[in-house]
């Protein structure tokens, strides 16, 4: 029983480059979310899915896009990274927000 | 806006004391769920206790307890008998509606031997 798997754990990008973060679930959620974790700022959200085949926008989605083909999966991408996208980033499922998030173990990214 | 703040940044205890880390939200919503989120130096976040907003009874989980005051918008988390691995930053959490959560900057705590 994985959970929520994110791969990478860690990562370096050059101002520019592109990448992808993946997020899988074993759990059959419904809801996958994206947050971003920044010194003295806790999480944000990023983006969001509500369902297979759905995204929408969270708190700071600029500069990040996502897309949610399989239901077990939610992929997060950076078109062209800028150094303000250095961060933690987490992604996190549910069956429903009264049981709360199950979340992966994060991805440290680093922008230079 | 809705939103969830956390005003102590860090706090520091003596193992076996007692500590409490404060939480206020805003909302204009009736019924909604409130969560403490443990994240300890291991990154990993760990679901701590949950609160349903329509429920008078405060949630207990072993030594983790909270004071929920609804009319006050207050969500406190009680640590009793503090334990060494303990030391984690506490992450308050509140329903945002749409099956999302918005969380507070989080307070780091530690516990010292």
């Known amino acids: 029983n994985a959970g929520v798997t994110q791969t990478p754990k860690f990562r370096v990008l050059k101002t520019g480059q592109s990448m992808t973060l993946l997020c899988a679930q074993d759990?059959?959620?419904?809801?996958m979310y994206w947050y971003r974790q920044d010194p003295g700022m806790g999480l944000r959200l990023i983006h969001y899915s509500v369902g297979e085949g759905t995204t929408a926008k969270g708190e700071v989605p600029d500069g990040y896009n996502v897309s949610r083909l399989k239901k077990q999966n939610f992929l997060l991408g950076l078109e062209s990274a800028a150094p303000s996208q250095t961060s933690v980033y987490f992604c996190?499922?549910?069956?429903?927000?009264?049981?709360?998030?199950?979340f992966g173990s994060g991805t440290r990214l680093t922008v230079v | 806006a809705q939103t969830v703040t956390q005003s102590q940044p860090e706090m520091s205890v003596q193992e076996a004391e007692t500590v409490t880390l404060s939480c206020t939200y805003d909302t204009s919503e009736s019924n909604y769920y409130l969560f403490w989120y443990k994240q300890p130096p291991s990154r990993q976040m760990i679901l701590v206790i949950r609160?349903?907003?329509?429920?008078?009874q405060n949630a207990t989980e072993n030594r983790f307890s909270v004071n929920f005051q609804k009319a006050a918008k207050s969500f406190s988390l009680k640590i009793s008998d503090s334990q060494l691995g303990d030391t984690a930053m506490y992450f308050c959490a509140f329903e945002q509606g749409a099956q999302k959560l918005v969380f507070g900057q989080g307070t780091r705590l530690t516990i010292n031997p």
């Open positions: 609160q349903e907003a329509y429920k008078q």
């Open positions: 996190a499922s549910s069956s429903g927000i009264s049981y709360g998030y199950t």
């Open positions: 759990m059959n959620h419904e809801y």
